[in-house]
């Protein structure tokens, strides 16, 4: 990108943001009306008209009925949408809304019906306009949060959510400049006034950004971090599934030698408990984590909660003497995990019971 993070984006700095997708059936825009949204819209209209084949696009806007304005900010859209001649859909949030978490349950409905809308029009990716400024406050927010490495990393460039593609073409580029891009092209926006309303995390952590970019914590070096931990992650990850498929290899030469020990079901992941116990603690974390939410019925478990239980499974297994074997049965997430003399099963747990009125 260029240097200057004021300097519209040219059309052929376009072509590559978009490159990777040109070879998609259908993509949907997100568009809410904000300038990121808008610029999204804007550079992907232009891109589309520059290719003698492409994908057909789909700008989608969600209105969570959260505010008076969105319905015009949609009718907006939609007419800037017609003149780019590109097809719009609005979406709307029904029912009743939470009275507390409204930013985390509208975003998690806003994915829910973009994805729909995917999947109703042939779409394989949903492109959203999300920034390196944005990249730079989702870190600031999972460190201040407590995250381990892989929410650190923040968003990728592109996932998978609700069975289509999630992709993120200006996790490199500043809001500025997408600013610019619109206001070189007379292109107007809207102004989300929740943006600024400090009862919110993300503008309160937005608030503080220039003091710490006076210190040297600006966007484009905590978004430069996010990237080199998306990186780090993204090895510890290769080396977990290699620590797996190891402890697994030593699975299948253990039940062709020996008969399963009692309480070790069928349908469950087994580690051999010394192998495991040799194996760096990252490593060992993401290895408990992983069959948890596999074999798990309740929810994606917390890092914290598995850390607490991997801190027990040590404990117990050093504290067991030549005399005494090591045991242990908890669950977590809906998970059964128990070391049984050498061997660390994790399982579905049993349907909780029912207390008697």
Known sequence: MPDDDHSPISASEAKRLFADWKRAPAIVLAVSGGPDSVALMWLAARWRQALSRGPRLLAVTVDHGLRTDAAREARDVKRLARALDLPHRTMRWTGVKPKSGVPAAARAERYRLLAKAARESGATHILTGHTRDDQAETLLMRLLRGSGIAGLAAMARETEREGVRLARPFLSVSKSQL?????????AFADDPTNRDVNFTRPRIRAVMPVLAAEGGDARNLARLASRLFRANAAIEILTDGAERYLALRERQGVSQTAS????????RIFDARAFAAMPDEIRLRLLWRAIDRF???????LGKVEALLSVLDRAMSEAGHERRPRLKQTLAGALVSLIDDQISIAPAPPRRRRAD
């Open 261 to 268: 020990p009692a309480g070790v079901v069928a349908d469950a």
């Open 179 to 187: 600013i610019a891009t619109l206001k070189k092209a007379n292109v």
């Open 296 to 302: 798990g019925h309740e929810g994606p478990a917390e």
